[in-house]
């Protein structure tokens, strides 16, 4: 059986890894890696391959830097070629980005079966480019990995049901990840030392998704709480590319240093030794929690709700009062890390038995 994984963004590189070693325990399986190219820069992708004994890609396809219906057409034109070349029994696709949403189409045009990690997620915030790509991509999907049991709801309450498609839990492929990796961060970082932390003694912060760089007023809101956070607290901020680049177009200026974008090992080092995650991505806000860091989700809401629901997350928006009240409230919470929420770290083993039934 021939898997194609199409990959394109840093975390479907985390994903990948872990689903990766689980395939490669079965001699019928047989995964070939299609990388779209969406995060070209080294320190957003390529070093990942590197860090995390993923296979290297088979195709890198180079699609990046346009807008998202030029560059969602342009990836659904070279996977086509692809997999008209290759023509694997499943594809498989993770998240809610383009690539994502490319390699689901892509793959039911040519009636290819899809399975979707991380499927049933809602925001219900359809402005979100994201939101797009996950619902459409979990429609055309054949068989829809659930990790959390809100996520099997979702599907459930919009009549998947019916559809004749496979919907089964796995728990989350990202724990399986963080818990795999924690376990050799500590030898292969040096992110500590070079930075001179401590644990407890910073914040970490990331800052990314479209809804806040493409909005001036929400980036600069956002920017201007962290500022005040920063002289409380050591703020240590992996600049993203695009969030770069709009702070220099804007002239929206951050009060203290940032460093530039780390590896997986860094970042889990980072995560495991702050005080607290300040955050709009999805996947740190669910890594803040395998290792029992309170989080603010800078966002107006999460997919993640169950991390709210436990007070492990507190989704404060883009204001800047609220950001700094949420900051403050999460450094006196103490959240219920205890709960068993996404999985118990056996997701690539259902998501690989759910892909060959």
Known sequence: MKVATVVGARPQFIKAAAISREIAKHADLRELIIHTGQHFDHGMSE???EEMDIPRPDYFLDVNSLEHGAMTGRM???????????RPDIVLVYGDTNSTLAGALAAKKLRIRVAHVEAGLRSFNTQMPEEINRVVTDRVSDVLCCPTENAVRNLQREGFEHFGCAVVKTGDVMQDAALHYSALSSGRSSILSRLSLSKGDFALCTIHRAENTDDPRRLGSIVRALNGIAREIRIVLPLHPRTEKVLRETGIRLEFPTIEPVGYFDMLELVKTCRIVLTDSGGLQKEAFFFSKPCVTLRDETEWVELCDC??????GSDAAAIANGFQRMMERRG????????DGHASERVVQAIRA
């Open 76 to 86: 659904m034109e070279k996977i086509e070629g692809v997999l008209l070349r290759e």
């Open 47 to 49: 070093v990942f391959f």
């Open 336 to 343: 219920d890390f205890d709960q068993r929420l996404y999985g």
């Open 311 to 316: 007070g492990a997350n507190l989704v404060v």
